[in-house]
């Protein structure tokens, strides 16, 4: 062997190889570490963007769900306030309420479409305010015109008097006189224009009547009587008079319930458009997460990759975190769509890192989603001063209770109740005080209901309904006797009732079996005349349908 052999040999020694080798581990194995840092890096900035942002987000869409919410209690407030103090107080919640809304979407994408629905709502807002009050004022000049009628009716009695006339024209002339004054205090109580209309009719009548019966008397002097009867015909029929003042009332009415139902329906439109916002906010959340999957799987490939020249560093790198970080989020994220999905689905990751508060988050945000939307739902079918199912609520129940009573052929009664003289109640005590009152009374209503079935409804103003199904004419005797007993033990004093010094209630019961029952039309018409038979037969009773006989009947009938 020469010299030359031995010097190319020395080159190509084994401390060159393994210090090679060395260096290309060490090297693979700083790639690897940095990469996995790259990875990782990429993936707490995933989850500081969720919980620094997406959750943030989505606790103000909460925020606006509720705002929204108690915009509706305090539209329907409005389009229901019998007074200015109240209107007024509606009124300020209701701007305090839009301050907030507007405050709260102005980080949302669709906020410009949202503003432009919070101002619309506002216009529409301080029309029902103008409409409440304008209805309100209306109120107060029917009740001034009413007090001028019963003074001039006093007075054309004293002028009656003060004649010389004979018993019998007193009373032909006196007759007429009251029953005006009495039609005039009926009008001021009648809700629907026709009625109304025909009373103002029968009062021109009636006036017409006198001033004929006076004028027939030769030797009568009329000096005194007919400027009263003109003051009276003008009060009453006059273009600013009592029955004109009451329709234009009635026509005012009818558009502030069409301007709440549209402002109503406007603000669940701004509901409806938040929620979308608030979808969107929840897909960022979740497409967050995925992508934080979708990383970590590629951390993964490259570290089995690398495995086969630092294969014990690779798999300790490998097990730990497809234990402790990708299999848990793999796991939230197929929770996270099944929720999204609307399967019943839990959430649960173990251990108390950022990953199980994320779960809890998710947990916390949908629970709150689903809990607001059947808010949101209940608020339509319920009655929100006595917390009872509103009237829209009971029609749907009967139509189910009469369809389900068909098929299995077994009764079904019904009971409608009315509180006694309310409106002379709500007149003396206050309205605030008639509101506390149907709310005992509904308390009341409750504590009878024995049975899951039975249904308990507000029906309207001071009524209430109750369903009683698989029930026949006894049982609901039975129940009817309950709800009295029931409101007579609440004591509520009641100074201008006429037939107690207590708050009482008048109940009509219908009663039907698979052969008569017809439609719900048919039900609610003949409870209804059941319970006008229990005030015909003196109020603070109960009355069923079948006790009417053939000349009451047909009386109930017309």
Same mark, same amino acid.
């Given at each position: ?9 020395? @080159? ?8 090679? *080798? ?20 990429? $993936?707490?900035?995933? #989850?500081?963007?969720? !919980? ?19 915009? /509706? ?30 405050? /709260? ?8 479409? /949202? ?18 009050? %304008?209805?309100?004022?209306? %109120? ?44 005039? +205090? ?6 629907? #224009? ?40 003008? *009060? ?23 301007? +709440? ?29 995925? @992508? ?13 990759? #690398? ?46 890192? %950022?990953?199980?508060? /994320?779960?809890?988050? $998710?947990?916390? $945000? ?63 005590? +206050? ?28 029906? +309207? ?6 369903? #009683? ?10 129940? *009817? ?66 006790? $009417? ?6 009386? !109930?009938?017309?």
């Amino acid at each position: 062997m020469t010299d030359n052999d031995n010097q190319k040999t020395k @080159k190509t020694s084994l401390a060159t190889l393994v210090t090679g *080798a060395f260096v290309v581990i060490v090297v693979l194995s700083l790639l690897s570490t940095s990469m996995s840092y790259s990875r990782l890096f990429n $993936f707490s900035k995933i #989850l500081n963007n969720i !919980t620094e942002n997406s959750l943030p987000e989505a606790s103000r869409a909460n925020q606006i769900n509720d705002t929204l919410k108690e915009i /509706l209690y305090l539209t329907e407030r409005l389009t229901n306030a019998n007074n200015h103090s109240s209107r007024r107080i509606a009124v300020k919640e209701l701007l305090h309420q839009e301050i907030k809304l507007t405050s /709260l979407i102005e980080s949302f994408d669709d906020s410009i479409h /949202l503003n432009n629905q919070i101002k619309t709502a506002r216009r529409e807002i301080a029309d029902l305010n103008a409409l409440v009050i %304008e209805r309100i004022n209306k %109120e107060s000049q029917i009740q001034d015109k009413l007090s001028r009628a019963y003074k001039l009716q006093n007075a054309l009695i004293a002028s009656l008097s003060n004649l010389s006339v004979t018993n019998s024209f007193f009373e032909q002339a006196s007759l007429p006189i009251v029953k005006i004054v009495a039609l005039a +205090g009926q009008s001021a109580n009648i809700n629907r #224009l026709q009625p109304v209309r025909q009373i103002a009719r029968d009062i021109s009548d009636n006036i017409t009547r006198v001033k004929a019966l006076a004028l027939q008397q030769a030797n009568l002097d009329v000096t005194t009587l007919l400027p009263n009867l003109d003051q009276l015909q003008q *009060a009453l029929l006059g273009k600013e008079g009592l029955t004109n003042l009451r329709v234009e009332q009635l026509q005012i009415i009818g558009r502030t319930r069409g301007r +709440g139902n549209f402002l109503h329906n406007l603000i669940l439109d701004i509901s409806r458009l938040a929620g979308t916002s608030t979808f969107k906010i929840n897909q960022s959340i979740v497409e967050d997460a995925q @992508k934080a999957s979708s990383d970590i799987a590629t951390q993964v490939n490259w570290s089995i990759t #690398l495995a086969v020249f630092v294969v014990l560093f690779v798999v300790i790198i490998i097990y730990f975190i497809n234990q402790r970080i990708v299999a848990r989020l793999v796991s939230l994220n197929e929770s996270v769509l099944r929720r999204i999905k609307s399967e019943s689905s839990a959430i649960e990751v173990d251990g108390n890192d %950022e990953i199980s508060e /994320l779960a809890k988050s $998710f947990v916390y $945000f949908s629970e709150k989603v689903e809990q607001q939307t059947q808010q949101l739902q209940q608020l339509s079918l319920t009655d929100s001063l006595t917390d009872l199912p509103n009237r829209r609520a009971m029609d749907e129940r009967l139509t189910h209770d009469v369809h389900t009573a068909k098929r299995g052929h077994w009764p079904l009664s019904v009971i409608l109740l009315d509180i006694d003289f309310f409106k002379l109640y709500n007149d003396f005590y +206050g309205h605030v005080a008639g509101d506390e009152c149907l709310k005992n009374v509904a308390l009341a209503l409750k504590n009878v209901q024995q049975r899951e079935s039975d249904f308990m409804a507000r029906y +309207g103003g001071e009524e209430f309904a109750m369903l #009683l199904p698989s029930t026949d004419k006894e049982g609901a005797i039975k129940v *009817a006797k309950r709800i009295k007993a029931n409101i007579e033990s609440l004591k509520l004093r009641h100074k201008k009732s006429k037939v107690s010094k207590y708050i009482t209630v008048s109940i009509g019961i219908a009663t039907f079996n698979e052969n008569s029952i017809a439609t719900v039309d048919n039900i609610l018409i003949s409870t209804d005349r059941a319970l006008y038979g229990a005030k015909e037969s003196g109020r603070n009773c109960y009355f069923h349908f079948d006790d $009417f006989d053939k000349d009451f009947y047909k009386t !109930t009938a017309k």
